[in-house]
């Protein structure tokens, strides 16, 4: 069954740790991003890899920081320079389609600093 | 850079009514336009999309138009079911995918 799978579901971090959030997809899409979500809001782009060993900053980066080593896989650390890292995460890949380059997403990682 | 409002940010119906959701969009070179819903605690799914050389798209109870001239476009269901309660998103891109902006969200309650 193909698609985005994220992991761990929920996640609890002590202030002053790292985390990582595992992000895999196995539908052999070349671009893969992450997004957060707070609560009542929109998404926001903190990174995204358009092809391997690449990636770029999107409009939240700092406090985050991710890898590209497989097509497959794109994790993302959640540093403890990140001031406010409770949230929801969520990881999405995206195809070229026939009317533009699509998004898909996975279903999302909680994450609660305790 | 691309900005996208999104109204309204809750919205209500009866079961069976017809629900519009608008997006505005600042920029002109904007061209590709996805719908996606999120129930609670999941990831959003896509549910339709256009381009920008395509003025309406249906897919059964569901539609999208799009107006270039004043950079808005609109999700319409119609004959609501409760199933369909949940935050709807609407998304501006350039290049037909290229650096999504996302529209805040709007909360669709279908009440039966």
């Known amino acids: 069954d193909g698609g985005i799978t994220q992991s761990p579901k929920y996640l609890f971090r002590k202030e002053g740790q790292n985390v990582t959030l595992s992000c895999e997809q196995n539908l052999n899409h070349d671009a893969m991003y992450w997004y957060r979500q707070d609560p009542g809001q929109g998404l926001r782009l903190i990174y995204y890899s358009q092809i391997v060993n690449d990636f770029q900053k999107g409009d939240i980066a700092e406090g985050y920081s991710v890898s590209r080593e497989k097509k497959e896989s794109f994790p993302l650390t959640v540093t403890s320079a990140q001031k406010n890292p409770t949230a929801f995460y969520l990881c999405a890949s995206s195809r070229q389609t026939d009317i533009g380059n699509t998004i898909y997403f996975g279903e999302g990682s909680w994450l609660t600093v305790v | 850079g691309e900005n996208v409002e999104q109204h309204p940010s809750t919205l209500s119906v009866q079961e069976g009514d017809s629900a519009v959701i608008k997006c505005t969009y600042s920029?002109?070179?904007?061209?590709?336009f996805p719908w996606y819903k999120q129930e609670l605690g999941k990831g959003p799914q896509l549910i339709i999309d256009i381009r920008s050389n395509v003025g309406e798209k249906k897919d059964q109870r569901i539609a999208v138009t799009l107006n270039k001239t004043a950079k808005h476009f609109s999700l319409h269901i119609t004959e609501t079911q409760p199933e369909d309660s949940a935050v709807y998103f609407c998304?501006?891109?350039?290049?037909?995918?290229?650096?999504?902006?996302f529209g805040p969200g709007t909360r669709l309650s279908v009440l039966p």
């Open positions: 998304a501006a891109s350039r290049n037909y995918g290229q650096n999504f902006v």
């Open positions: 920029d002109s070179a904007s061209n590709y």
